[in-house]
């Protein structure tokens, strides 16, 4: 009967874990920790599962997360979260999609350890402020001050994403065709003028320290890039948005995920460090409920 709980809300601690961490290895580590403290407990004693197993992934991810602090601090150059493949099941639901986006996980990477938990659990898993309380170790009232910060925090910093994927399936597609074809003025039509370009190397393999702005400066990278020999770019639905993946000589080397607003492109997210990739191997099931 336990072994059922926790198989029946395995998908949903994940994406608590995911969203709190912005790592798979991270969160799968969670996820492994949760089940093993849900073995040694009594589950006559346990009415609510679901609240109970939430309650131990959020102290999980607390715990990994501050361990991670010092880490992310001494990371070589700009740190990304590790990207996903998913399904379309992700992409129906526009409010799971646009919380576990790459561009909404960057900014959730902006709050404290416990903002960060508040944040997540009360803004997209609609848990309440009591059940929150007792999962970060804080009053109900206590939790109320600190979602307000967050929600406020998170609202001047996140980026618009649009309701439907339709225009931003137009948008990539615009731009793999032309990064694939190294047409620049395809890609400065396609590009926001003040797009931004992030990527992640951490150090082990070649990317840009920080942050290129501007279209022609961005679109001369890609055009670079496309030229490159044995390149081949992908489309592929990364973290419930259209996206990319660029394989190098047969091997998996970058995955590419996007903004999209008024139909042009205003960032990009580009994770090159192999050891970030892992998720790109099948496809992620996350789920809010």
Do not use: C
């Amino acid at each position: 009967m336990s072994d059922d709980a926790f198989a029946r809300h395995r998908s949903l601690l994940f994406t608590v874990a995911y969203e709190m961490l912005g790592s798979t290895t991270d969160a799968e580590d969670v996820v492994q920790e949760t089940w093993l403290r849900w073995a040694g407990v009594d589950h006559e004693d346990v009415r609510d599962p679901r609240a109970y197993l939430v309650r131990i992934v959020t102290r999980q991810a607390l715990n990994r997360l501050r361990s991670l602090a010092r880490r992310r601090e001494e990371y070589i150059g700009e740190w990304l979260p590790e990207p996903l493949v998913t399904g379309p099941d992700v992409a129906a639901d526009v409010e799971l999609a646009e919380s576990v986006s790459i561009a909404m996980l960057t900014v959730l990477e902006t709050l404290g350890p416990a903002e960060r938990a508040v944040f997540v659990l009360r803004e997209v898993f609609e848990i309440s402020y009591e059940e929150i309380a007792e999962a970060v170790g804080k009053t109900p009232a206590a939790v109320r001050q600190i979602a307000h910060r967050a929600r406020d925090h998170v609202a001047a910093r996140r980026p618009r994403m649009p309701v439907s994927t339709t225009e931003q399936q137009e948008a990539v597609e615009r731009f793999l065709a032309a990064a694939r074809q190294g047409d620049l003025q395809g890609l400065l039509d396609v590009l926001a003028p003040e797009v931004v370009l992030v990527s992640d190397g951490g150090g082990v393999v070649p990317a840009t320290r920080r942050p290129i702005e501007g279209s022609e400066r961005v679109a001369g990278l890609l055009i670079g890039v496309a030229r490159l020999a044995d390149i081949e770019v992908h489309a592929v639905w990364l973290n419930g948005w259209p996206g990319a993946r660029i394989d190098l000589r047969g091997e998996l080397d970058t995955a590419v995920s996007l903004v999209v607003e008024d139909g042009r492109i205003t960032r990009i997210y580009a994770v090159r460090n192999p050891h970030k990739l892992a998720g790109l191997d099948g496809v992620a099931a996350l789920t809010r409920t």
